[in-house]
């Protein structure tokens, strides 16, 4: 098992193309020897992103009624939710969450909004006021903003865009699972675009929507081969009123186990732990690190709580480890 565990740590940091097998003999040996695991994976991460982790937040810059109907999302218009609606907010209310969030020891600060996509010139507007904004301040703007084409995405990189986040969610063989009123084509080519516009790009997705680790692998396969620069890990946290809200949790290792295995697929990319992180890991949190996370989402979600990032900041350095952009 340990000789197993080495040697796919080694292909991993050799050539970075551990195949599906692959990953699945690792998740089933992990699952016998769990830290073994966790300790190949930090090996990984610490070859290729060394002892630091980088933080980003987010605003959530307009909400609710999404036309779209993601079983998780409290956001969609197609389920009864407590979540608020509001419409865009102001560039300037933007740049003020930017700045709190720079001084408190945030790298990067992404404005996101519900819908499919943003439709109006006014809204345009103020959102590339608001990534203006953020680079005086020196803050780096990333911005989710639903489905792109060519030609915004290149007018999102003019206007001084560092990074564009579009999840995936799940693999293309669940996706129906989750959500029917758009194709998972579309995402992939909102990443491919954003990519070829020059923006780095942020994709990833949820776990805990009912897939299999076989379907979590999947997904990774597919963010390997779009080559994004982040993969964000989501928990779901199952909110009353959408379809999922009595689904059963993942446990702790769980969780860690995949977080370990996407090390392992995608061992040079920005693995980031995101949303759901402090009700699904408990007390087990810090060891995320430990199984290969390098990145960390930090303070409030969309629609949830998350925790406040001198908690985040406390829990990196007494990892004996230090937070740090890294693009």
């Known amino acids: 098992m340990e000789a197993l565990f080495d040697t796919l ?15 699945l003999e690792l998740y089933r040996q992990g699952q016998k020897d769990v830290f073994g695991l966790l300790a190949r994976a930090s090996r990984i991460r610490e070859h290729f992103k060394g002892n630091t982790v980088s933080l980003c937040s987010i605003i959530n810059a307009k909400s609710g009624l999404c036309p779209e109907n993601c079983r998780f999302c409290a956001q969609s218009a197609h389920h009864r939710t407590d979540t608020p609606v509001y419409p865009l907010v102001s560039a300037e209310e933007i740049a003020e969450k930017g700045r709190i969030a720079m001084e408190s020891g945030v790298h990067m600060f992404s404005i996101v909004t519900s819908g499919t996509r943003i439709e109006t010139d006014d809204e345009w507007k103020t959102i590339y006021r608001a990534i203006e904004l953020l680079n005086e301040m020196g803050i780096k703007p990333c911005a989710s903003l639903g489905m792109l084409d060519e030609n915004t995405a290149r007018d999102l990189k003019s206007a001084g865009l ?166």
């Open 9 to 23: 740590a080694d292909k991993a940091i050799n050539s970075r193309s551990i195949t599906e097998n692959d990953a």
């Open 162 to 327: 560092f990074r564009y986040h579009h999840n995936l969610e799940t693999s293309r063989s669940f996706f129906d699972n989750i959500c029917s009123t758009h194709e998972y084509r579309e995402d992939t080519d909102t990443v491919r675009i954003a990519r070829e516009a020059g923006l780095t790009v942020c994709s990833g997705g949820i776990i805990g929507l009912g897939e299999t680790m076989e379907h979590r692998i999947e997904m990774a396969m597919t963010l390997r081969e779009l080559d994004v620069d982040s993969v964000p890990i989501n928990i779901l946290n199952a909110i009353p009123g959408t379809p999922l809200e009595n689904i059963r949790p993942l446990t702790p290792i769980e969780v860690l186990l995949t977080i370990a295995l996407y090390r392992f697929i995608l061992p040079d990319k920005d693995v980031k732990l995101c949303g759901g992180k402090e009700k699904n890991l408990r007390q087990l949190l810090s060891l995320a690190v430990v199984a290969g996370c390098n990145s960390l989402l930090t303070g409030n979600y969309l629609t949830t709580l998350g925790r406040d990032t001198s908690a985040d900041l406390e829990m990196i350095r007494d990892l004996g480890m230090e937070p740090r952009f890294q693009a």
